[in-house]
């Protein structure tokens, strides 16, 4: 997530100073061969390419639309998680029968393992969003392209050294036996709630809890399973291909033939008009293209990049908010965002 209240030029430059560089190559040499070559018969008029530049915003705006419903759902549903977790926790240390055969310090024991389990959990499940699928950018078949965010992962993994230690949190939260576990289960985070909740019905057959408070543990369990849910959904279905792939195809044609209606337009203005032509071309091509990125980029939210939702550092939040309930003193620090970005 960039946290700056503005783009500044290097984050600019980093989303789009590759179409930056390819568009003013286009448009300068569209304006040499008219110049010197006097190809008069490549012009066009200027509404054809007025009316393909309408339809073209109406359709990056539908886009951009889309991608911001699938950030925001995957925000709130991060919010949600956060909620709950407090919830959870909170419920499961003041729960409590007073009933003398369980065991005080038993009790206190099974109740830091269901909150160091849910801690775990929130890594596991935030390691598993983090897979990259087939139509993601950092997975992308271009050779250009795949290089370009493979270097901006890396980057972000440098700046944030909690970004890759899944596995020592895991290891710190759960015992050597679960931990081992992980690489039995295609899908670690269920397993995790569903030892939750075994857990939770333990704590109810020993008499620790009433039914009903067994109940609500379990109501919470199961917002979590909806709320794992719900990310997935966003995570491994994409933004409809049709809609992301026409946007992407009209915007290349209408910048291509931007230069060819401008060009036209602006050697009305004489000879030095034509030059004109080209810083304009330039802006109007690169505003449609970073319009183009941000919806191409914000569609997917738990891609890692600098356009996610900052998972790490809602995860940390929780951490620190749940060891508190449990009396710990020793708390890991907050994530911070570094050079803009917060992940």
Sequence with gaps: MITTKYFNYRQILNLSGVHLIWISVWCTLIAFLFHFFHWQWMTIPWVPVALIGTAEAFLVGFKNNQAYDRLWEARKIWGGIVNSSRSFASMTYAFDTKNEEVGVFNLEDRRRKIVYRHIAWLYAFREQLLVPTEWE??????????????????????????YSRTQLFLNKYLSEEESELKSHYKNFATYLISQQAKDVNDLKNIGAITDFNQTQLQTALNEFYNFQGQAERIKKFPSPRQFASTAFIFNV???????LGLVNEFEKLGDWGIWTSIPFCIIIGWIYIIMELVGDYSENPFAGLMFDVPMLSICRTIEIDLLQMTGETDLPDPISSKNGVLV
């Design 137 to 162: 950018h950092i997975s992308a078949e271009e050779e250009h392209h795949h290089t370009i965010n493979q270097r901006r992962n890396r980057l972000i993994k440098a700046g944030f050294p909690d």
């Design 253 to 259: 044609l209408f910048i291509m033939l931007l230069p």
